[in-house]
C-alpha cells in the first residue's frame, strides 16, 4: 500500500519536471502552470482554425493526401510544431501552446455530444497527420515513452503460433508477400477491443482476448488509442466543468470558441490585412465591384439597397462595416449612402443616418474603430427575421430562394445549374462557409482556381472581407499576367 | 402458468446471474425487463431492486414471458425523469442467438417451425464450435447456453469485459464470427479468402469440427444432396471445369447418395489435377468452402450487435410448445434432445405428485425435473460470483489511488484563479 502510494508520488513530480520531450502529445496531462487570459484564448484559436479546416476538408471531401497538405499549410501559419531535430529555440513554446490549445478547446467542446463526436474526430485527424509527418526515430521514441499496454511477443511464443500467424496474414498481405517474414516482423499483444477494426475483419489471430497485431498496424492501434482516451476525457472535463465558475471570464470565450467551430473561425479583418488591393474605392465603383467580387450575403444586400432605397437597421450595419473595411472612405461612404438612400430628403438623411455612418467608423460617441463582422458573426448573431436582409444566405435563404439566388448573381461569372447540387448537399449538412467558399472557387475558375484550393492555399471563407478582397487579387494577378504578356509580344 | 412463476421460477438464481453479487447493484436495479401480457401486451422498462420484488411483479401480472435487458445509466423504471439523453445502456451480457430457420435450406428432415432431434445436430455444431472460438479466441470464461423453449439457442456471456464491450465492438465480434453471408439469390454465401489463400485462423480451428460434422449430418444423416434440387445446389458452388460431367452422371443415376456424390466431387478433382497445382488448390479451396457454407454456425447478428436488444430470460415457457428454456451444457449438446425438455404441464403435474403437502416453497423446483438444469444455472453464477469476488479484492485499494489522483490532475489545474 505505501509503495503504492510512493510511486504516484514520483510519477507527479516526474510529469511536473517533464518539459516537451516529444513533438506529438496524446495530450494525457493537463498543462501546468500559470496562463494569461490572453494566451489562453490565442492558444485556442490557433488551434481551432486548424481543426475547423480538418472539418471542411472532410465536408469537402477532400482525399487524404490534399487533407494533409493543406492541413499542414494552415498548421505552417497557426500552430507550428518542429521536430525536435530542428534544434529550433522555441520548439518548446510551440509544443505548450499546441499542449495548451488543445485543453482548452476540450472544455469548449466537451458540452454537448455533438461537438464531442467532431471535436475528437478533428483532433484525431490532427495527430494522424503528425504522426504520419513525425521524424521516424523520433516517432518510435516517443511510442516508447507512453505504455500503451502492449506486449512484444517472444519469439518463441511467435514460433509456437506460427501457423496462425501465418494464416491471419494470408487474409491481407499483398500478393508478393504471399508469406509473412515471421523471424523480421516484430508482433505485439493488445486486448482485442483495442483494435476492433482489424478483429471485424479477421486480420490479426486472437487468442484468450489478446490480438497479435503485426508491427505494420501498430500506427491503426496509436489512433485507436487517441480517439478512445480523448473520447473517455472529455467526458471527464465535462463532470468537472461546472468547477470552472469560479472564473467568469471563460464561460463566454468557451461559447465563442465552439461556436466558432460550427461556423468557421471568425478571423479579424481589417483593411490593412487586404494588402493587394490597396487603391481607394470610391462610391462609383461599389456597384461594379459588387458583381465581381462580392460574397453572397453582400451582393444580397446591395442589390436590396439597389431596389428598396433602403436598408434597415442590422443589414446597414453589416454592409457599412463591411465596406468601410473594403476601403471606402468616410466621405465616399456618405456619398454612397446618401446616393442609395434616393427616395429621401437631405435633411431626414442627415438626422437619421450621417450620425450612424460617422459613429461606425469612430467618428462619433466613443470612437471605437469597429471591425467588419466575420462569417460567425453574421451566421449567429442577430438572427434576421422576415423583413430584413442581413444574415449568411446560405444559412437563412430556403433552399429554393437559395438556388434561384445563386444563379442570378453568378451565372455571368460561370456557375451553372449543375453546381447546385453540392452546393445544397453542403448548406444541407450545415457546412455554410463550405457552401460559400465552393461558390467562389466556382466563380473564380476564369482565374485559375480549382476545386478544393478555396479562398487561399485551401482556406475555407470566414469572413466577407477576405472573400471580396482575395476576389479582386485574384482579377489583379490576371490583369497584370495579361500585361506581360502583352509586353513580350 | 401463475403456479408455475409462484413455485417453480427460479428468481433467485436468475437474481444471482444477473447481479454477480449477492447483494443487489446496478447491474439488477437498473436492469431492463420487459413483460409480454396475454394479448400481446408489451410492457417495456420495467426494473427491481430485488429478487422478491422481481417475482412479486411477474406473480401479479402473470406474463406470457419476460425479457432481459441492459443495465442503464438509470433505473429503467424511473427512464421519464431522467434528463434526455442521460438514459443510455452501459452492460449487457454479450448475446448470440442461432435459429433453426436460418438452416431451413439445408436441413432436409423438417421446416418452419418444427425441429427434430435430427435437426438439432445442426445447432449441436454451432454451439460447439461457437463455444470453442468464444473461449479459445476472446478468452471468455462465463458462458450460458439456454434453449429457447421451440428450434433455436441463445448464448449469455456474463464475463466483465463481455458485458462492458461497446456496440461498436460488439459489431467487430459478430463480424468475426460471420462467416454465412448473402441471400437465397446467392450460391456462394462463403467468402473469406484473398483468391485461393488460406483461412483465417479461427476458421481453420473450426473445420476440425466441421469436417466430420459435414459426413455426418450432411453427407448421411440429412443426406442433402440427393434431392436434385440439393445436388444442383451443389454444383453451383463447385468449379465449373467438373460441372459437366458430375452433372451428367448424376441426372443418370437418379437416386446416387450424398456420400457418393460427394466421392465423385473429390474423384473428379483428384484424377484431372496434379497434386499441389493451382487447379487442385482452385478445387480443394471450392470443397472447405462447401463445407463451411453447409456447416459455420448461422448466428442471428442484429441480436448481438446492441446493448439494448431484449432476449427472452432463461426459464420462460416457449408459449407453443410449453417447454421451459433450460440451459444446456455445452459439453453433452449431442445428448441434448429438445423433445425431451421439461413442459410447464409436466412440471406442475410433477409437482402435484410429490407428496410433499407443505407451503409451497420458494425452491419447489426441486421436487421436479427442472432440478438439473436450476442447479446448473446456480453453479454458473456461483462461480460468476467468485470471479467477480476475487477481482474486487484484487482491484481494492488500486482503483481508489487511481480516482483520486486522476480527478485531481483534471480539477486541480483548471479551478485554479490563475486561469
Ligand atoms: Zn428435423
Redesign the interface.
Known sequence: MFSIRKKFVAEVEKHSTLKYPHRLNFYDQPPLGEVTIEEFETCALDRLRILAEIESSFARNRPWEELKRFTLEQCSKYLRLDASSAHKQDTEAQRRKDHLGHFVLRLAFCRSEELRRRFVKAETTLFRIRYEEDDRQEREEFLQSRKFGWESVEPEEVKQYASQLKAAASTYLPPKEFEPNLEADKYYKVPWTRVPDLVERRKVFLKGGKAYVPSKEQSSIVFEEFQRSLEKALLVTLKHLPRLDEDTRIFPLLDNLSQGFLAGVSSEWSSTTSSATGDEITADMVDELSRRHFPMCMRHLHDTLKRDKHLKHFGRLQYGLFLKVLGLSIEEALAFWRRSFSGMTDDKFNKEYKYNIRHSYGLEGKRANYPAKSCQQILLSDQPGPQDSHGCPYRHFSLDNLQTALLSMYSSQGLTVSDLPEVVSTVKSGHYHVACTRVFEITHTAQGLKKGEGVDDGESVTHPNQYASRSRELEKKVKEEMDVDVTVT | MLTFYRRLYPFKSIFHWLNHEHTPTKLFMNREFAFTLQGDVYLRYQSFTTADELKKQVCAMNPTRFEIGPMYTARPRDKKLARP?AFQPVMRELVFDIDMTDYDSIRTCCSDASICSRCWAFIAVAVKVLDQSIR?????KYLLWVYSGRRGIHLWISDR?AME?TD??R???V??MTVIQGGKDQHKKVN????L????????DSLEVLVPAFTDIILDDQDCFRSEEGWRELLHLIPKNYVESLEDKWEKDYDRSSHSKWEDVKNEIKTKTQKGSQPRLTGTTAMEDIILQYTYPRIDAEVSKHRNHLLKAPFCVHPKTGRVCVPVDPSTIDDFNPERVPTVGQLLRELDQAKDTGDEHHSDWEKTSLKPYVEMLDKHALELMEEVRRVKRERG??VH?IRR???H???G???D???
Open positions: 439523453g479459445n479466441n476472446f478468452g471468455y469485459e464491450l461498436e465492438q459489431k467487430a465480434l463480424g468475426w473469406l479468402r484473398l483468391s489463400r488460406q483461412l483465417p485462423p479461427s476458421i481453420l485499494q488500486g489511488l489522483h486522476g480527478l490532475a483534471l480539477t489545474r483548471f479551478s484563479t490563475s486561469w
